[in-house]
């Protein structure tokens, strides 16, 4: 905007000024002097802006490749009682229609009625123009809803499940920083054992 009013000032101070004028041509000189400060600085600060976005990229891809080797070691070697692990964001939960057909179908009905169901509502999670408006509750809670909302945060655009560091022992998402530590920690528990 500066650079614009200074701009515009020295154009009309061109056109109004007299030739012979020396104070006029003297404040366009000066005019000029200081406009070129300015787009130096402009261009200066632009360049240094641009630097910090390629920092700021590199930074987040690095952290990206570290959350990802973060995900795949837990998958590999996350045990099923560890406090920090893998939780897949948007998955359903197989026990809840298990549980639930076992109270409607006898026997191994339940279970084949389970898989199909759970089955046909991860279909229907996927598809992007899917906006369930009720809440559905299973043994109290609202699992199929809690998968949606998953998705949708984690998501929305692709509409499958998502591998995210979870700490289950809070029940929400796993920091970076407690993911390295709990990985420390494993680390010399298990360096103590060998």
């Not at 046909?120 to 598809?127: G, N, P, R």
């Amino acid at each position: 905007m500066e650079i614009k009013e200074m701009k515009a000032k020295l154009e009309a101070m061109s056109c109004n000024s007299d030739s012979k004028d020396s104070a006029s041509e003297k404040k366009i000189v000066e005019l000029n002097s200081q406009l070129q400060e300015k787009m130096d600085e402009m261009d200066f600060m632009e360049s240094s802006n641009q630097i910090l976005v390629i920092k700021e990229r590199k930074s987040n891809d690095q952290l990206q490749e570290i959350r990802k080797e973060l995900i795949n070691g837990l998958l590999e070697h996350g045990g099923p009682r560890a406090h920090i692990g893998i939780k897949r964001m948007g998955e359903l939960d197989p026990k809840a229609f298990s549980n639930a057909c076992k109270q409607i179908f006898p026997g191994d009905n339940a279970k084949v009625n389970a898989a199909l169901l759970c089955s046909k509502w991860e279909a229907e999670i996927k598809k992007p123009e899917w906006h369930p408006l009720d809440v559905v509750r299973i043994g109290g809670k609202e699992m199929v809803t809690t998968a949606l909302l998953e998705i949708n945060e984690d998501n929305p655009s692709g509409r499958y499940p998502v591998a995210e560091m979870w700490n289950f022992k809070e029940g929400q998402k796993a920091a970076l920083k407690e993911v390295v530590q709990f990985v420390l920690k494993q680390w010399k528990t298990h360096k103590r054992k060998h």
